[in-house]
């Protein structure tokens, strides 16, 4: 992985002591498979206590919190100081320029192969059946911000379900979109679950009360909308830290007739834990016995695309004229 020095910086101990620990946080979890963006990095410090002291901070209620040494208010400092000192370790050499990503960015291009046999070997790798279709469910993940994605893809990729990244309320265009696509499962006589992800604030909260509406109305009969994360229940399983829940959000007054002042972010559970959650709520929608049959079936059609793969000089030379 590549730490690249552009320039110098002259960083005191505490902030060398941050940085050591930022790369032991990213070393553990690339070498689970996943990558972090900034968001999810300051979680695990916080969760953790791992800023160095003077950086720490105390929620003491009714939306107060303890100072940060520059003398305003701590949470947003801390992240954006981690942010700074990531950004200069990373010019400076010391963290790895692939270890933190943004998903809210991406850049796209046409794919290129050098020779024929090359798009083969990607169909080979890349071939794959829809295992639900046989199954009496359609299945789908949303989940409330973007930054997850690549969460989702390690769940749902392996479960062959649909992911979507709603970015705070789903659009009225997406909503639509999406309804025609279960509208068209419900009347091939599937039953349809949309698990749904969101943070535990006045707005996350709503938003999965929003998506079952909006479904319902547009698919013409109710949708069943699973709320898998996060709940008070996980809350205070995985004690992610808190933060104080927005007093200008519309849905405050409500929020916090029911939960307090508090407010949780999906981002502060690992990784892991996301997967697993996904995981559980998926498969409990599955056939099994029809699931196997499914991998059965598609093993046998990648093996297919093996002999293919191995034998296209021969195909090419008989398309040629060059074997009879």
């Given at each position: 992985?590549?730490?690249i020095?552009?320039r110098?910086v002259?960083?005191?101990a505490?902030?060398?002591?941050l940085?050591?620990r930022?790369?032991?946080?990213?070393?553990?979890y690339?070498a689970?498979?996943?990558?972090?963006?900034l968001?999810?990095?300051?979680?695990v410090f916080?969760?953790?206590?791992?800023?160095p002291d003077?950086?720490k901070y105390e929620?003491?209620?009714?939306?107060k919190?303890t100072?940060?040494p520059n003398?305003?208010?701590?949470?947003?400092?801390?992240?954006s100081a981690l942010?700074?000192i990531?950004?200069d370790?990373?010019?400076a050499g010391?963290?790895?320029?692939?270890?933190?990503?943004?998903?809210?960015?991406s850049?796209y291009?046409n794919q290129?192969?050098a020779?024929?046999?090359?798009?083969?070997g990607v169909a080979?790798?890349s071939?794959?059946?829809?295992k639900w279709?046989t199954?009496?469910?359609?299945?789908?993940?949303w989940?409330e911000?973007?930054?997850?994605?690549?969460?989702l893809?390690r769940a749902?990729t392996?479960?062959?379900?649909?992911?979507f990244?709603?970015?705070?309320?789903?659009s009225?265009?997406?909503?639509?979109e999406?309804?025609?696509r279960l509208l068209a499962?419900?009347?091939a006589?599937k039953q349809v679950h949309v698990?749904?992800?969101g943070?535990h604030?006045p707005?996350?909260?709503?938003?999965?009360r929003?998506?079952?509406?909006?479904?319902?109305?547009?698919v013409g009969?109710k949708?069943?909308?699973l709320?898998v994360a996060?709940n008070?229940v996980?809350?205070?399983?995985?004690?992610?830290p808190?933060?104080p829940?927005?007093?200008t959000?519309?849905?405050?007054?409500?929020?916090q007739?029911k939960?307090?002042?508090?407010?949780?972010?999906?981002?502060?559970?690992?990784p892991r834990?996301?997967?697993?959650i996904?995981?559980?709520?998926?498969t409990?929608y599955?056939?099994?016995?029809?699931?196997d049959?499914?991998?059965?079936?598609e093993?046998?059609?990648?093996?297919t695309?093996?002999?293919v793969?191995?034998?296209?000089?021969e195909i090419?030379?008989?398309l040629?004229?060059e074997r009879?």
């Amino acid at each position: 992985m590549p730490k690249i020095k552009y320039r110098d910086v002259n960083f005191s101990a505490d902030k060398l002591e941050l940085i050591e620990r930022a790369n032991r946080v990213i070393a553990k979890y690339q070498a689970e498979g996943f990558s972090l963006t900034l968001r999810q990095l300051y979680y695990v410090f916080v969760a953790n206590d791992l800023f160095p002291d003077g950086w720490k901070y105390e929620h003491l209620g009714s939306n107060k919190w303890t100072r940060s040494p520059n003398g305003t208010k701590n949470a947003p400092p801390n992240y954006s100081a981690l942010g700074d000192i990531v950004s200069d370790a990373r010019m400076a050499g010391l963290i790895d320029w692939l270890a933190i990503v943004d998903r809210s960015r991406s850049s796209y291009a046409n794919q290129h192969f050098a020779k024929p046999s090359e798009i083969i070997g990607v169909a080979k790798r890349s071939y794959a059946i829809d295992k639900w279709k046989t199954q009496p469910c359609h299945v789908e993940v949303w989940v409330e911000k973007e930054a997850l994605e690549d969460v989702l893809e390690r769940a749902c990729t392996p479960l062959d379900v649909r992911y979507f990244a709603c970015k705070g309320y789903t659009s009225q265009s997406a909503m639509w979109e999406a309804s025609q696509r279960l509208l068209a499962k419900a009347q091939a006589g599937k039953q349809v679950h949309v698990v749904h992800l969101g943070d535990h604030d006045p707005s996350g909260i709503d938003m999965s009360r929003d998506i079952f509406e909006r479904l319902s109305l547009f698919v013409g009969t109710k949708v069943h909308v699973l709320r898998v994360a996060l709940n008070m229940v996980q809350v205070r399983h995985y004690n992610p830290p808190p933060n104080p829940a927005k007093v200008t959000d519309s849905r405050f007054a409500e929020y916090q007739k029911k939960f307090g002042d508090e407010s949780w972010e999906l981002d502060a559970l690992e990784p892991r834990v996301l997967v697993d959650i996904v995981t559980r709520a998926v498969t409990q929608y599955r056939d099994q016995t029809l699931w196997d049959a499914a991998v059965e079936e598609e093993r046998r059609g990648r093996k297919t695309l093996d002999a293919v793969h191995e034998r296209f000089p021969e195909i090419v030379k008989f398309l040629k004229g060059e074997r009879k």
